[in-house]
């Protein structure tokens, strides 16, 4: 069952207003995916294609539709292309069952007064170390983010909030030996998802991750990296979000992170039939040529403008 809530009627029109969003764009919009999917022998056909995917892209692009073009192809063809990113479609079955032993990963239900949707990754109190897979949790993220788009209502943009407190030594050699996963991974949540991430929170980022943190940050643009920010404890948030969004722990009125990411456990598998089709968009027989490498390197993801 769904549980992300939307924006009140006075959001909505702000957001609307933020996005440039006029009367009839959203349909026009989405007439026009569907034509250019049409016409691609390697992109789904558009009955196929949810008609809400295709306007988070609309808006996630801020009705910019060739670059909403150019984002919901990249958003298919990665799936051929980063196959391995896609395989495997549940969060209770091997090999990402044991991931949310080692990270929370939370899309919150509120939203900010700002109309922003906040995502909490937390790295769990205690975890074992068989479960700290880096690859595994990449794999995890994105699950996570497609069956969050399926749900999705009207937002303004993204947040991440990452709590680190509970890093190892031992995960920074983890990062290194996954950073092709994670980079690809980094490159397609920009390049091919239709977010506008406004904000990224690390929260008690030990010393030790330094060495991760600025691989993470050298995977993004110059936008990008002018948005994050490092906090202390996790109390320095109420200073940036209303406590009505915030988990209790946290000092907000949210439940628990834990029962929060059950929820989302179970909501990726009440979807499972969907995120199987969702990782099917593309057809492998016909793969198109692209100038440059999205999937893979910074430049050709720089290529693309960030909100």
Excluded at 64 to 81: G, H, P, W
Excluded at 157 to 176: K, Q
Excluded at 182 to 193: E, F, S
Aim: aromatic share 8%.
């Amino acid at each position: 069952m769904a549980f992300l809530q939307g924006p009140s009627p006075k959001q909505a029109e702000i957001i609307k207003q933020e996005l440039g969003e006029g009367s009839g764009d959203l349909e026009r919009g989405v007439r026009d995916l569907r034509s250019m999917c049409a016409a691609s022998p390697y992109l789904p056909q558009p009955e196929v294609v949810d008609k809400n995917i295709l306007e988070l892209f609309i808006r996630g692009c801020r009705m910019d539709q060739e670059r909403a073009r150019t984002k919901f192809e990249a958003f298919c063809v990665a799936r051929a292309r980063c196959r391995d990113l896609y395989e495997h479609r549940s969060l209770s079955e091997p090999p990402l069952n044991d991931v949310l032993q080692f990270l929370d990963i939370a899309p919150l239900p509120k939203l900010t007064d700002e109309g922003l949707r906040v995502t909490i990754f937390r790295v769990r109190a205690n975890y074992a170390e068989s479960s700290a897979d880096i690859a595994a949790a990449v794999r995890a993220i994105l699950l996570v983010s497609d069956a969050r788009m399926h749900d999705e209502t009207l937002i303004s943009g993204d947040v991440f909030i990452w709590e680190t407190s509970n890093v190892r030594a031992s995960l920074a050699a983890r990062m290194a030996a996954a950073a092709n996963s994670v980079r690809r991974a980094i490159h397609l949540a920009h390049a091919a998802y239709p977010q506008r991430m406004r904000r990224i929170h690390v929260v008690g980022a030990p010393p030790l991750i330094a060495s991760s943190l600025n691989f993470i940050r050298s995977c993004v643009n110059e936008k990008i990296r002018r948005r994050y920010y490092l906090h202390q404890k996790v109390e320095d948030l109420l200073e940036h979000f209303p406590s009505r969004v915030l988990p209790a722990e946290w000092g907000g009125e949210e439940e628990s992170i834990e029962v929060i990411t059950k929820k989302w456990k179970r909501r990726v598998d009440e979807l499972r039939d969907y995120l199987r089709d969702l990782s099917e968009l593309s057809n492998l027989e016909e793969k198109p040529q692209f100038d440059t490498d999205i999937y893979g390197t910074v430049g050709a993801f720089r290529k693309l403008d960030i909100d």
